[in-house]
């Protein structure tokens, strides 16, 4: 399975595929640093997932999903994101999404959310 | 309206809280707590929560050494095993305030719902915070030590002195 991983931190895009990695997820991870570089590599050739932090420069993780769907973009998106409020999951969810994990997360949180998709 | 101690509250239990998550390690109150006390703590992040109750700067700084251990333990990485550089420190300390900050918005929901956070800012040195409120709390992991630091201004205050001179 591809899966790009999107988020502005290098330490987080690490943590998200060290993680991966300990859930037992085997798969070819590419990165990227922000929504516009992400939309980029989606274009030109689609991951089978992608988990994407929500607050980065340059385009957010939501206008990413939201972009993707007026496009006609099937592509599964889940959320690694620091806020987890009940406002944010109804509009990552009304938008398309699969799933969000808040930070900080465990390897049983990628488990749980990303199985189905697996 | 809030006032600066439930942000310093919330803040405090996020943060111990992020360090049992994220850090897997005990925090414990030091010292602090006092409004505008001074502190000394040379590296570290801020996030930026505006709402229509407040401005808040939330921040993490610590002697940079201490900031290199947070850093270790978040990467998974040995004692003394060395970075690519100061740039992965300063990220990894931002991620730990970011997924504090988080943690502060979650808390602080139900009273101040239209909280938005920004991005994290890694600074070197102290910043000079005039016309806020501040309060520092000193937090210790193991032998770490590391402040958590809350500024706050109205919102009121905030957009009158971001308006542009005459």
Redesign the interface.
Known sequence: MKVLVVDDSKVMRLIVMRTLRQAGFACDVTEAVDGKQALEVIRTAPPDLVLSDWNMPEMTGIELLETLRAEGSPVKVGFVTTEGTAQMRTRATAAGALFLIAKPFTAEHFKAALGSVF | MTGIGDWVDAAVVATVA?AA??LEREASVLAGGEVGAPFDAPFGAYVPLSSSDSAVQFGIVAEFSDCEGL?RI???MGDGEPFESEG?VA??V??IA??V???I??RM?AEV?DIV???PLCVRGTIQAQGVEQVVTELGLGAMRMHVVVLRSSTHAAKVRSRPAL
């Open positions: 992020v998550q994220a850093a978040l990467l998974g992965d990220d990894a931002g991620e970011n997924m900050a988080g943690a918005k979650t929901n719902p956070l920004g991005l």
